[in-house]
């Protein structure tokens, strides 16, 4: 099991290098065009589930860990504990780094679905150019900047309905700094939707009380 923070950082560095590793394959034509492109896409939401496994398989080590060091501590001694500082120090970085675990994990996720909108856009752009059409290669630049800020939003959270979907509690301890991004994005989208009621109420689409 994966109780230590950087233990499963590094795996998700391992994963991202696959990732890259495929990309940089593709680029270079080394297989076939259509076996590494769906290679590529499926290894890509395959990695992202990875990720999530083992995420729920550090916060499972973590609690299991955070109960037995409880059950200790309430153990009646005959004497004060003196405990290590060395010790004591490398707990408050543990701790302090796991708050920023699931922060990272949605950061490959995201890494993850920028490779993939780039694999599906460079095709696009490469077709564009091929057929000599420079001003729609460029307006599909400005169109997929903004579909990806819209999509990033909306992946996180989809990413935090995973988590739930995967049993990790939605609170501070087990999302860390995850969760106010998830509530920031949250409160965007609600009120996006309701400034669109509104709007749709005053233009006559919606009708509150019906005779």
């Known amino acids: 099991m994966f109780a230590v923070p950087h233990q499963y950082l590094c795996l998700l560095a391992g994963l991202e290098y696959v990732s890259l590793l495929g990309l940089g394959i593709r ?67 543990t701790t302090a780094l796991s708050h920023f675990v699931v922060l990272i994990a949605f950061a490959h996720a995201w890494l993850t679905f920028l490779h993939l909108f780039t694999v599906i856009l460079s095709d696009r752009t490469m077709a564009c150019q091929s057929q000599g059409n420079l001003n729609n290669a460029s307006s599909i630049t400005w169109a997929a900047m903004a579909l990806v800020v819209f999509a990033s939003s909306l992946l996180a959270l989809v990413f935090g309905h995973c988590l739930l979907a995967f049993g990790i509690k939605k609170d501070f301890e087990h999302w860390g700094y995850f969760l106010y991004l998830f509530r920031i994005i949250s409160f965007l989208f609600s009120t996006w939707s309701l400034l669109l009621w509104i709007i749709d109420l005053f233009e006559g689409r919606i009708e509150i009380l019906r005779a």
């Open 27 to 93: 680029e270079h034509c080394v297989l076939e065009g259509l076996v590494i492109d769906h290679a590529v896409i499926i290894w890509f939401p395959f990695s992202i589930w990875i990720s999530l496994f083992l995420l729920r398989r550090c916060q499972c080590s973590k609690s299991i860990l955070n109960t037995a060091t409880t059950s200790s501590d309430s153990l009646p001694l005959h004497g004060p504990v003196q405990r290590d500082p060395v010790c004591q120090k490398t707990e408050d970085v």
